[in-house]
Each structure stands twice: as structure tokens, then as C-alpha cells.
């Protein structure tokens, strides 16, 4: 929210200076972000009458004026097009100085002497872009009076950060009565009569979206006179709140939202046909809005229609085709009020936002509508002329906003803020916020008004008085808990324990948002099925993550980016699997490796990180817990390659993928690198092993290496599955120590050597034992999976 302080003290102005009011006004909530000057310093600028105006004798583009300013006639020549005697003008006296440091002296232009300057508004520091002629005041402007005091320019924009559910302070209104609660000063609104009716035309209106729209007034004015000019006050206090002028209709819609809060918006009526219907719009409908967007119209979109279709967006932005224009000469105004959810998330859909959204959005007191549409009435006809006809109401009276009743416990405030409050003291707070209250038998019984929608519990009560009785007021305390000692559980292992596993490893962790861009988790993961946003943050982040991939791929990609050639990432976070009526929320832990598998120095190795380093760092994981119950099986993963990609089961149920990125998908996102990525699904990984106590054995090891020659497509693990079902209780260890293929393996062949251990805890094994142990092996891995034991 952007206002004028000027705008604002005529409503409520305290004694105070304008940073101490900034100060003030943030102290209680509402942050302000920024308070600037409205113009740039300059002086010698005072208010002329062109009294005279001749071409100049030397040069075609030049005239010779003669400028009253007060003191006498002076002589200065101008350039610009539009000046013309009669006219009152910014006029920099010689000796004056404009903005940035510009001084104002006697000179000579082709031979014709000038004794000062007429200003256009850029030249005053009033208009960002060159101005395409002078600033031509208004015909009661005082001649000779200082341009900066007649404008009030000595004047400050404060601009504010509301949170969302501060709708209510959206306006100077609302500002307004903040500043005079907090002041203890009363609000002097401007006086605004309500408009007799002149005339008796009316438009009709029918509501078929009532839960969307409960509250529909809208007043036909007749006869204005749209070629009129904005008067220089509404175009000031507009320009200075951040809004562009546009012709009276809007500016004063525009004007009236920025006073009360409300949006309205006005048609020209000569366009609409029939009647105006407020409904939902129907499917295949379109319209074109008024920056000439034209857009196709969804069925869960409320609109304004006539006979031959949607004419604006509720609550977002009008239609080209109803807009008025300066042939406009009869308006229809309306003032409604719509549901925060009728107008959430519609202008983003859309790729829009605007004033009234961002209000509709956070709530408007549904009380303004009359106010607001009378307040705009008496403007446009002071300005454009006209009649305007009686006030129409459609109402709803079922889905608006009921009226809230709270109660406010005096032992619950004085807990919460750790200080008591005297009654009075509240209840005046209470009184002074709008909240009409009654005190008895220790509680508040509190009603709320209509613009304070973010007000529903007793917590909202004691939060308003904290903030108006001063949070610096407050007593400081410490907080109280109990400081008892949690039962740790040994078999879970920690998220704090497995982080400091990947750090320990080399890894950093990243923190990525739990929605992606709709294109990037296409790309990895085609058929996921995930929830999509109904009022993203924005287009690339659209949709739930079904997986850690797309933010951690994302994540590489910005480092890459800024010259980081090798990366180690992991994260921990929810992926949101299935629609929202099935919706499944798995807890998982992503890692990513990139580049040299060592750090940068004179003796490191230069080759790249591969799938057996991260397979590695993965197993360091699993070996945390009980990694017996972990296994990999080859696997297809769309985001990975197919010859360098595992899928991981704990015990018989799939916890998680590994792989390097499959080339396609690396092409696809513009990676020149390859990486090696996992993903397990954390519940399964917390799974530790109670530590136990084993006596160590004082008999000796048994070792025998067995070599087999199997098919090149069967995985190891097979292999040593079969290997330890047959090796009996007393293998302590089995390694996998070489993996052949090549001279004096058969085509299609690999050669696996295996390492086993046995060792009795109470009796030394003796060899026949040993070699029974063997022999079963052989035979059940050539019987289960053709292995041959290697001479």
C-alpha cells in the first residue's frame, strides 16, 4: 500500500514528523518499507500567466512569450508545443534551481534574450519519462505563489508491506484508522453525501453465483462529459499512491479504491445488452480484457455478462469491448462485493494481477459497496457533469459475512502477555479498534466489525492488544518448559545422524521448494502423478514434487551456472505422490554428485565421480543400520540411465532408485555433465539396529576363495544370496573381491571371486566341515543359476 502522508493527515494527523510516523506505524505490524519525497528539491519555480506568444524570428520550433509571474511581465523563449496565452505555468525565475542541481540563468537563444524557464512536469522531477510538452496548471492557479507550496510537494509517499490478512489496511482509510488508534485521535472522514437520484434509468442485474457474489450495487449515471480533465489534486494524490492517470471514469474508480478500500469499475452503458448477469463462466467462453489480452475463460471463473457474453473478470480486470472512452456518455458503475475464494488465485491463473485482486484477495468490508459507489458518484459528476439514477442493490443475504461475537477471558490475556492490563485500559483498546465490547465477570464480550475479517478467536484479540499497547511495553520473559530428558529409541536412527553422515562424506545440504516446475518433472519423471497448485508462487513452480530429482537437478544446474564444476548435494523432504483425494506424502532422503571425485590439489585424482562412488557413499547410509535387510536390483528409471541404475528394496518393499542421469534427460535440461543421483525413502533408512553384546571367538578363521563363471546378465547379488543360504550359521563374512571378464572367460561370461569367513564361536571347524560347506555351495549355484566353479 503507497499513500500520500499529506493524503493521509487529512483524515488523522498526529504531532509527530513524518519518519517518527513511519516508525510508529511499523511498530505496530504494518511495516513500512520505503518513505521518499514526492518530488525532487528544487526552488525560483513559481506559478505564471503566458500572457503573449510570437514565433521566434530565427528558428521554426521556438516561440517568444511573455510570462506574468507576480513580480512583473518577463521575456522567455519556450519550445514547447502546447504553449498557448491564458495558460498558468511552472516558470523557474532566473536564479532558480531544478532538479538535479540545474541552475536557472539569463540566456540567449538564436539571438532572442530569456529570462527564465517554463517547466514541464519531468523537468520538475513529477514524471519519470520526458514530458511531451509543459505542465499547464490549472486556470485558478495563484499567480506569483511558490509551484511547491501551491502543489504541496513538500509532501512524502510512505509505502507500507501488509501482511495478507491486513486487507482491511488497504487503503488511507484503513491507514487512517491505525494511525488514530494509535494516537488516541478521532478520524475525520471526507464528507460525502449520499446522491439524490435525478433520473429514474436503471440497469438490470441478475446473480446466479450468489456464494460468489453476494452483494451487487451498481447506479447508472447519465450525460457525463468524459473529455473533462482529471482535476491536478485527484491526478496528484494517484501519482503519488503509484497509479497513472487515465480519463475521469477510472481515475476516479481508481481514486475511490485507494480512499475506502472498495474496487469498482465502470461500463459504458451504451455497450452492454439486456441486462448484467453475475455468474460462472461457461466452458469455451473467451474474452478480450482492457490491456488487450485475450484470454479463454475457464468454468471455475466468476464473471460480469450481458446478453452477448462476459464482459470482465470479477474482481480482476474489465473487458475491452464494455470499456468507456472519451465518446462515452453514459456510465454504469458498479460496486460489489466478492468472497476472498470467489477471486484467490484467479488473476495469477491467469497470469494477472491487479489493484482489485490484490484486495478481493485479502478480503473487502462488505459494507463499503454503497459508501464507495456514492463517494464516486459525487466525484464524476463534479467533474464530468451528469444525472445519476437511484442506487441498485442485489443481495444475498445467506453467504454474507455473519456477524462475529468473540469472548476475551481476562486470566488468558494476562497469562498470554505476562502483564495486567487494567479493564479500562482494554476496553478502550477494544473501543478504539472498532471492537465494541462489554466487560463482566472477567471476560470481554467482543463484537467484530465487518472490515476486520482476520479477527475469529480470542488469540486475534490479545494479539491486537499486544500491538496497540506496545510490544516494547511488554515485560520480557523467558520461556518456561520442561527440561526432562526424552527416552532416546535405538532403533530409529536420527535425521540429524544421517545428515551428518552426508557431511561427513562431503556433502552439502540443500533446501529446495516442495513444488517444481510442471516441464522439469515431465521431464524426469513422465507418468508422476502430483497435485498442482491452485495459486503458485509462480508458472515454475506450479506442482507438488513427486520426487527430490527436480529440485536437487535444479540445484546443480544453478551451480553449474555460476562456475562450479563439482558438486556433492543431498536433502531431506516430503514428495507428494497421487491427486489430492489420494494424495500420499512420503519422507525421503536425495543426494547428487557431480564432477572430480576429489577435491582440486596437485596429487588428486581428475576422474569424474561415478555410480559406484555415490553407490558407495549410499552403503555408508545403509550401513548405519542393519544393511543385511538392504538390497539393489537392476531397474528402469525414466530419469536414468539404463545400464548405470539400481532400484533399492529394504527387506521385500521398494524404498528408493540410484543411477547416473540417463543422456537424454542431461540433453534435455542443457547439462554437458553427467551425474549420479539416489533417492530412499527415509522411514525405511531411520530403521537401526539395536546395539547387542557378542563375545569375540578364541578359535580361528576359516577362509576359502571361490571363483565362478556365470552369465554376464545375472546379477552378483544372486549370487550371493545363494551363497549365503548354503555357507551355514558360522559365515561371518563374505566378500566380493574381483569381477572378470576377458582372457580365458567365455564370450558372454563374467568371473566372480568371492571371499568367505567361517568362525565357531566355541570349537575350531575343522576341513571336512569346510569343504561340506563348499560343495553345497557349488552345487546349489550351479543348479539355481549356472554358475561353474573357476579351476
Not at 484477495?361 to 451528469?386: F, K, M, N
Request: charged share 25%.
Amino acid at each position: 500500500m503507497k499513500f500520500s502522508e499529506q493524503w493521509l493527515r487529512e483524515w488523522v494527523s498526529p504531532q509527530l514528523d513524518t519518519q517518527t510516523l513511519a516508525d510508529q506505524i511499523t511498530m505496530a505490524g504494518l511495516e513500512v518499507d520505503a518513505v521518499e519525497p514526492v518530488a525532487p528539491a528544487f526552488e525560483g519555480v513559481v506559478v505564471a500567466e503566458v500572457i503573449a506568444k510570437e514565433p521566434h524570428p530565427d528558428a521554426d520550433k521556438l516561440n517568444v512569450c511573455r510570462v506574468n509571474d507576480g513580480t512583473g511581465e518577463v521575456q522567455v523563449v519556450c519550445g514547447a508545443r502546447n504553449v498557448a496565452v491564458g495558460q498558468r505555468v511552472p516558470f523557474a525565475q532566473v536564479g532558480g534551481v531544478l532538479p538535479g542541481d540545474f541552475k536557472i540563468k539569463k540566456a540567449k537563444l538564436r539571438g532572442v534574450e530569456s529570462f527564465g524557464m517554463i517547466c514541464s512536469a519531468s523537468e520538475l522531477g513529477l514524471e519519470e519519462e520526458t514530458s511531451e510538452g509543459i505542465f499547464v496548471l490549472p486556470e485558478d492557479a495563484p499567480i506569483g505563489d511558490s509551484v511547491r507550496a501551491y502543489l504541496i510537494l513538500d509532501d512524502a509517499t510512505i509505502e507500507v508491506d501488509l501482511t495478507p490478512n491486513r486487507g482491511d489496511c488497504l487503503s488511507v482509510k484503513g491507514m487512517a484508522r491505525e494511525v488514530g488508534v494509535l494516537n488516541r485521535l478521532p478520524v475525520q472522514a471526507p464528507a460525502c453525501e449520499p446522491v439524490a437520484p435525478s433520473i429514474e434509468q436503471r440497469f438490470p442485474v441478475s446473480v446466479s453465483a450468489g456464494e460468489q457474489c453476494p452483494r451487487y450495487v451498481s447506479r447508472v449515471i447519465d450525460g457525463i462529459d468524459l473529455t473533462r480533465p482529471t482535476p491536478l489534486w485527484m491526478a496528484e494524490r494517484l501519482r503519488r499512491s503509484g497509479v497513472r492517470t487515465i480519463d475521469p471514469a477510472v481515475d476516479v474508480t481508481n481514486y475511490v479504491m485507494l480512499e475506502l478500500g472498495q474496487p469498482l469499475h465502470a461500463f459504458d452503458l451504451n455497450n452492454l445488452s439486456e441486462g448484467i448477469q453475475v455468474r460462472m463462466a461457461e466452458e469455451g467462453e473467451r474474452l478480450t480484457l482492457l490491456d488487450g489480452q485475450d484470454i479463454a475463460l475457464r468454468p471455475d471463473t466468476l464473471v460480469i455478462a450481458d446478453a452477448s457474453g462476459p464482459l470482465a473478470m470479477a474482481g480482476v480486470m474489465g473487458g475491452e469491448s464494455s470499456g468507456v472512452s472519451a465518446t462515452t456518455r453514459t456510465l454504469f458503475l458498479e460496486a460489489a462485493y466478492f468472497t476472498q475464494l470467489a477471486v484467490a488465485g484467479q488473476a495469477r491463473s491467469y497470469g494477472l494481477h491487479t489493484d482489485a485482486s490484490h484486495r478481493f484477495e485479502r478480503g473487502v468490508d462488505p459494507s463499503l459497496t454503497v459508501q464507495a459507489i456514492e463517494r464516486a458518484t459525487r466525484l464524476l459528476i463534479d467533474i464530468c457533469g451528469g444525472q445519476a439514477g437511484p442506487v441498485c442493490e442485489t443481495q444475498n443475504e445467506v453467504d454474507l459475512p455473519k456477524a462475529r461475537r468473540i469472548t476475551l477471558r481476562e486470566t488468558r490475556l494476562g497469562q498470554a502477555l505476562s502483564k495486567e492490563l487494567a479493564v479500562d485500559e482494554v476496553s478502550d483498546i477494544l473501543d478504539r479498534l472498532g471492537l465494541t465490547s462489554s466487560y463482566a465477570d472477567g471476560e470481554w464480550q467482543v463484537a467484530v466489525p465487518s472490515w476486520r475479517f482476520d479477527i475469529a478467536i480470542e488469540e486475534d484479540l490479545i494479539e491486537e492488544i499486544a500491538r496497540i499497547h506496545g510490544y516494547n511495553n511488554l515485560p520480557v520473559r523467558r520461556p518456561a518448559a520442561r527440561l526432562a530428558l526424552r527416552s532416546a529409541n535405538e532403533a530409529r536412527l536420527t535425521q540429524s545422524a544421517l545428515k551428518n553422515r552426508m557431511v561427513a562424506r562431503g556433502y552439502q545440504e540443500a533446501i529446495t521448494y516442495s513444488f517444481v516446475a510442471p516441464e522439469l518433472q515431465k521431464t524426469l519423471m513422465p507418468e508422476a502423478v502430483s497435485p498442482v497448485l491452485a495459486n503458485p508462487i509462480s508458472a515454475d513452480l506450479s506442482v507438488m514434487r513427486a520426487s527430490l530429482f527436480p529440485g536437487l537437478v535444479r540445484a546443480l544446474s544453478h551451480n553449474l551456472n555460476r562456475q562450479q564444476h563439482r558438486v556433492r548435494l543431498f536433502e531431506t523432504g516430503l514428495v507428494f505422490q497421487g491427486e489430492l483425494d489420494s494424495l500420499t506424502q512420503a519422507p525421503m532422503l536425495g543426494a547428487l554428485a557431480c564432477g572430480p571425485r576429489e577435491l582440486e590439489g596437485w596429487s588428486s585424482d581428475k576422474t569424474a565421480v561415478d555410480f559406484f562412488d555415490l553407490k558407495g557413499d549410499l552403503e555408508s547410509l545403509l550401513a548405519m543400520g542393519d544393511d543385511s535387510a538392504w538390497r539393489f536390483e537392476p531397474g528402469e528409471h525414466p530419469a536414468l540411465h539404463p545400464g548405470q541404475c539400481a532400484e533399492l528394496f529394504h527387506g521385500d518393499q521398494p524404498a528408493g532408485w540410484i543411477g547416473t542421469l540417463h543422456p537424454k534427460v542431461r540433453a534435455e535440461l542443457g547439462l554437458k555433465v553427467d551425474a549420479v543421483l539416489f533417492e530412499v525413502r527415509l522411514d525405511a533408512l531411520s530403521e537401526g539396529v539395536i546395539p547387542a553384546f557378542a563375545p569375540l571367538s578364541r578359535y580361528p578363521e576359516v577362509r576359502r576363495d571361490l571363483a565362478f563363471s556365470l552369465d554376464a546378465q545375472t546379477p552378483v547379488q544372486a549370487l550371493l544370496d545363494c551363497v549365503s543360504r548354503e555357507a551355514g550359521d558360522h559365515l561371518e563374512d563374505l566378500k566380493l573381491f574381483d569381477v572378470y571378464t576377458g582372457k580365458g572367460v567365455e564370450p558372454g561370461q563374467k568371473s566372480i571371486a568371492l571371499g568367505l569367513t567361517w568362525q565357531h564361536p566355541s570349537r575350531t571347524l575343522n576341513d571336512d566341515e569346510i569343504n561340506q560347506r563348499v560343495d553345497s555351495i557349488v552345487a546349489e549355484a550351479n543348479a539355481t543359476l549356472n554358475a561353474q566353479l573357476r579351476g
